[in-house]
């Protein structure tokens, strides 16, 4: 399913739109895969420079984006 919900990168700032009602659980995960990605683009698919960014290792950045998604149990 897909989820209504998108982050929009401008300057020094992120903005997240949810459009939909989700569990907690669901939206928290799904603005964290927009946030990292965001941060991805922004370093040009650099996993390196996104993870020193986020503050979390490369294995931790590779974990969050291909964890569990939506509905997943975990």
Known sequence: ESLDCYVLPA??????????????????GEAERQYINAILERNEGNQSAAA???????????????GPKEGDEG
């Open 11 to 28: 300057g020094d700032q992120i903005t997240l739109y949810i459009g939909a009602e989700l569990p907690l659980r669901s939206a928290l």
């Open 52 to 66: 020193k960014q986020l503050g979390i290792g490369r294995t931790t950045l590779w974990r969050r984006l291909t």
